[in-house]
């Protein structure tokens, strides 16, 4: 089994502080993607790997502070490709891709960050802007190579995937634009959202985020925004799925996929 798992920190170095590195020490994970970093090469690169037993790969955001992501790997990849070519959410560290060309397989582990448009208009015209930018560079993946997209989507893709799906279909995460581009992606792109392939009628247990307003996490009024997506042939190779709520370490949990898989 080859465990995979994918985490939106909400700043490496708060989660670090919270165990986060200690307790995926724990997780014998092959490979870990984690998203919102806030931080810069020097004050990350290297810090946590011993803590982990995994080598960190980073996309940094130029602004400090600010989104990033990063790939923790056992295995050394073939190749490393830092961002996706389009200079806007370049220069906000939103895509850090691991390659493994082995055996006659071609298999990118990507980590991803999607921006969110809660905070205002502007912010959500460019959250569309990367949705029309991210369709067909993932579609172009597919056709070359076998891929798992791991990371924080910032959609709810069905009514299921959160608390209060009627009260938030004008939100941000929610809207019917942003559940039609995941509905397109899953459907006729043929891509795989992994754990609702393992776990189709899950509700108030498959939430990966929570408000820090009110008692959100207390009362469960979840949303499902952290995704492991995959081309079809790999989503068949995952085996089983868990969401680590027992110790928090950001306002994210974890979301762990076990693959029959070798790298």
Known sequence: MLRII?????????AANKGYFDWLGQQNAAVVGVQEVKAQHEQVAGVFDHASGLTGHFHFAQKKGYAGVGLYTRIPPS???????????????????ARFDRRGRKLSIISCYFPSGSSGPERQEAKFRFLDVMYPKLMQLKAEREFLLLGDINIAHQEIDLKNW?????????LPEERAWMGKLLGEGGLVDVYRRLEPDSTQSCYTWWSNRGQAYANNVGWRLDYQIASPA?????????????????????????????L
Do not use: C
């Open 6 to 14: 994918t985490t939106n920190l909400n700043g490496i170095r708060s």
């Open 166 to 174: 009627k009260s938030n279909q004008k939100n941000s995460g929610f």
């Open 79 to 97: 190749d490393l490709v830092a961002g996706m070519g389009v200079p806007e959410f370049d220069a906000e560290g939103r895509w850090v891709e």
């Open 234 to 262: 790999l989503a068949a190779l995952a085996m089983r799925t868990a969401i680590f709520k027992e110790q928090r370490f950001s306002d994210h949990a974890p979301l762990i996929v076990d693959y029959n898989l070798d």
